[in-house]
């Protein structure tokens, strides 16, 4: 069975390049490199870089992909929320998405194969053709973890593909039988069931998403196996000299676009403007719950090696602002007057989409569930999360609907 990992393990940070000497270190000690006990760099190997720059690509990266991650989740929730469809959660694909995805580049040892800029493995001596692999792969993943780039696609965008809060406010919704169904007419009522049902129904959407991201983990493993042989190598200088300087630019640029098209809407003067509230919204919050959960996991993971900390802190953090959000856009009475309620709604719903979905992650939690070191651990982590975010949706959604009720949102 091929082994994946979790971008916000705590092997990725004790590793983050965050020195300069750092890089000289990892590779000295990786057996792909060449370069056994000559101090100086081989004329191939770029030198290591600062501690800010690397610091302010690793950001630019988080901040771009989580944009492209976010993105690609509501253009899957809307694909996959349809008349008829087998399955009502839109948010399942997407954390299956993201799982597979993760699997892939966890997986795959051709995409970064040149490392800090040092040069394909040599082949191995004949006493040692057998561990060589093992070492050199994991050798290989403790430096992949600290490339920029890498960071960015595994954190960034499977992070934000992928949504723990989103998962955890359908499984109560499903508890409670209030999980929106596209086959129903607008405005019709979903027919009343006893507990037994519901129990059952909040089983199933624990099953379906926790089962399928696993399985997509795995089989994203397998495709980067299979794809071996045909999977390029993104070239190290062509990274460092042009990927690393135009991502800062993109990233900032679109973010601050973001910002603009959230402030003058270019819909406006056409219509209602809809795309503010579906996306544009989500957008100006997506990197700021991207760049909080990278940095409490940085923090917070390596505290309890047996317990991911960091991604359990943000996943429930995550998952209690989602809960306050839906409780605000879903009560009646405030007062406001139509506009206002209209334009906070959609902000409302641009924190739900944006900085809820991109704080937490299925990706990262279902990689950890995979990865920690003896099963009862995975059980203990994984029943743990479900269990307290439930428990926060029970008290604040809860409280909201067996007192006063769900009203239609003005955006919805």
């Not at 003058?264 to 909080?292: E, S, T």
């Not at 990689?367 to 269990?387: I, P």
């Amino acid at each position: 069975m091929p082994s994946t990992t979790e971008e916000d393990h705590p092997s990725e940070y004790n590793n983050y390049p965050l020195r300069e000497a750092q890089q000289t270190n990892l590779n000295e000690s990786c057996p792909n490199s060449g370069d056994h006990a000559a101090p100086a760099p081989p004329a191939s190997a770029a030198q290591p870089l600062s501690k800010h720059a690397t610091h302010i690509y690793t950001v630019s990266y988080l901040i771009f992909f989580s944009l492209l991650g976010t993105l690609a989740r509501l253009g899957l929730q809307a694909l996959t929320f349809y008349t008829g469809a087998p399955v009502v959660t839109g948010v399942l694909w997407a954390n299956v998405g993201g799982s597979l995805v993760m699997g892939f580049l966890s997986e795959d040892q051709n995409l970064f194969r040149e490392e800090w800029g040092q040069k394909s493995a040599k082949e191995p001596a004949p006493d040692a053709v057998e561990i060589e692999p093992k070492i050199r792969n994991k050798n290989h993943l403790a430096v992949k973890k600290t490339i920029p780039l890498y960071i960015g696609l595994t954190t960034g965008f499977c992070g934000c593909f992928t949504s723990f809060s989103s998962f955890m406010r359908d499984v109560f919704l499903a508890l409670v039988n209030a999980l929106p169904d596209p086959s129903l007419p607008t405005g019709s009522h979903i027919a009343s069931r006893n507990g037994g049902y519901s129990f059952m129904a909040l089983v199933a959407v624990i099953i379906l998403t926790v089962s399928l991201s696993l399985s997509a983990l795995i089989v994203g493993a397998h495709l980067a196996l299979a794809l071996t042989r045909v999977t390029p190598t993104v070239p190290f200088a062509f990274t460092r000299r042009v990927l690393d300087r135009v991502v800062v630019v993109l990233a900032w640029g679109c973010w601050l676009g973001a910002v603009f098209l959230a402030i003058w809407p270019p819909d406006r003067h056409n219509g209602p403007d809809v795309w503010r509230g579906r996306a544009v919204f989500a957008l100006v919050f997506a990197p700021l719950g991207c760049l909080l959960r990278f940095y409490v996991s940085l923090h917070l993971n390596s505290r309890i090696p047996t317990f991911p900390l960091g991604t359990f802190a943000v996943n429930i953090f995550g998952t209690i602002i989602e809960g306050l959000c839906y409780d605000l856009q879903h009560v009646s009475g405030l007062g406001a007057v139509v506009p206002a309620a209209l334009t906070g709604c959609q902000v409302l719903q641009g924190v739900m989409d944006g900085f809820c979905g991109s704080t937490t992650t299925i990706s990262t939690w279902v990689a950890e569930l995979k990865g920690l070191a003896h099963r009862r651990h995975s059980y203990l982590y994984g029943s743990a999360s479900v269990l307290v975010a439930l428990g926060f949706l029970v008290v604040i959604m809860g409280s909201l609907l067996w007192t006063r009720g769900f009203a239609e949102p003005v955006c919805g």
